[in-house]
């Protein structure tokens, strides 16, 4: 069963403009939600996660378990965002992550 | 800063051979994991480890199978590589779980993978 949903393969926007990132989970209990980021030739790496409530390069995610989403947001988007993003569920019962299948973001100048 | 790293960046093989991928991390974290990445199917974990000696079968565990001697190395093994094999995988390492909260993955740079 599909425990991460990102609806948008490809996303573009023009920098300056909001973007959001679209992630939707399914999962009973109390996960844990996580954003990951790949840019252009490097390893993937962790860019926020929900429980510490912090904005990382801009970037916000608000978990909402009413509607089992962590979009991300970021108000006015650069061209260094350009990347592929992944939202990630941690169970809270294990070791195990469950990703979704990315979302290719593209900021055009 | 935690190192995670992956034996080749890039690989070449034959159908029917055998194919070892190396991982190894320098953090002393108990948890590794090992995934492929593909184009629209986003990253499917293969096997991950909790402990030496220890393993646990992902999502897509057919075709690979798994070694942890030490702490610190972690072994992706295609048994029999095919073509449909033909992927990124990508080696990561946690700190365990814990009541609290979970830890969050390190990422090596990844072996791209091609079975002729």
């Known amino acids: 069963a599909q425990r991460v949903t990102q609806p948008e393969k490809l996303l573009s926007v023009f920098k300056g403009a909001p973007v959001e990132l679209k992630c939707n989970y399914s999962?009973?209990?109390?996960?844990?939600l996580f954003w990951y980021v790949q840019y252009s030739r490097q390893r993937l790496q962790l860019l926020l996660r929900?429980?510490s409530r912090e904005s990382i390069k801009g970037f916000t995610a608000d978990l909402n378990k009413g509607e089992t989403s962590f979009h991300l947001k970021k108000p006015f988007a650069q061209e260094e965002d350009s990347a592929m993003y992944y939202c990630?569920?941690?169970?809270?019962?294990?070791?195990?992550?469950?990703f979704g299948t990315g979302t290719s973001l593209t900021v055009i100048p | 800063d935690v190192k995670v790293t992956q034996s080749s960046r890039y690989l070449v093989k034959r159908t029917g051979e055998k194919v070892f991928l190396e991982c190894v991390q320098d953090?002393?974290?108990?948890?590794m994991f090992w995934y492929r990445q593909d184009p629209g199917l986003g990253l499917r974990l293969i096997y991950f480890?909790?402990?030496?000696?220890?393993?646990e079968k992902g999502d897509i565990p057919e075709g690979y199978s798994v070694s942890r001697e030490k702490k610190e190395r972690f072994s992706l093994i295609l048994e029999s590589a095919s073509t449909n094999q033909t992927s990124m995988y990508l080696c990561?390492?946690?700190?365990?779980?814990?009541?609290?909260?979970?830890?969050?993955?390190?990422f090596g740079d990844g072996t791209r993978l091609s079975i002729l």
């Open positions: 990561a390492s946690s700190r365990p779980w814990t009541l609290h909260s979970n830890q969050p993955q390190h």
């Open positions: 999962y009973s209990g109390s996960p844990e």
């Open positions: 929900h429980i």
């Open positions: 990630a569920l941690s169970p809270n019962t294990g070791n195990q992550f469950y």
């Open positions: 953090m002393d974290h108990e948890n």
């Open positions: 480890s909790y402990d030496v000696k220890m393993k």
